[in-house]
């Protein structure tokens, strides 16, 4: 492996450092975008049993802010249950919006690797073909066997290089932003669940019914 590494030239550096990032990226996303996390199964009934006993206050309110994701857009709500229902939306909706940004964190990173990666083989390439080129002008068009081959050898293993750190780059950015969509229309559905229930007197259900 090190040989490899060795053959590829100094734009491999650029390449590992690039899959090292994709992988901590992805361990942490994977980590941190827990549906048990995001979206506590328990929290809207949990929330409707204080306002059915009058126990919701102010304080009740911030522990359902810290709990998770979900529970900041639905305190967000909670903090104006007193307002109309166009207010109670508009503030969860501004809620969400900061919500999305923080589970989308580190995601265009992933992005951008998946663009640059290809992009940084291909120069590996560019380098290794300049290489085969100036070994068949030192030698009067013939050429040395041994450098050429180091030069094909470093322009197809930059390239390879570049694939595969791009291709799983592309797949994972793909993989959490779809998942991060799926937690959003979840939290949505529970936060119109809870300002349905606010302003038309329904029993609040758990969200995974």
Known sequence: MYEIVLAG???MGPLLLCSVI???IAAERYWSLNPGKIIPASLLAEIWGWLQQGQ???KKIKAVHDSSPLGQVLAAGLSNTRHSRAVMIESMEVAANRVQHDLERYLTALSAISNIA???GLLG???GTIKI???????GGTGNPGALAGGISEAL???ATGLVVAIPASLLSRYFYRLVDGFM???QQDAMKLVDALHSDRKVKGSDQ
């Open 125 to 127: 390439t560019v380098v």
């Open 133 to 139: 080129f100036s070994a068949i002008m030192l030698e």
């Open 118 to 120: 290809p992009l940084l």
């Open 56 to 58: 919701l206050d102010g």
């Open 22 to 24: 994709v992988l901590s």
């Open 157 to 159: 293993i930059a390239t």
């Open 185 to 187: 229309i979840s939290i």
């Open 9 to 11: 030239g100094w734009m």
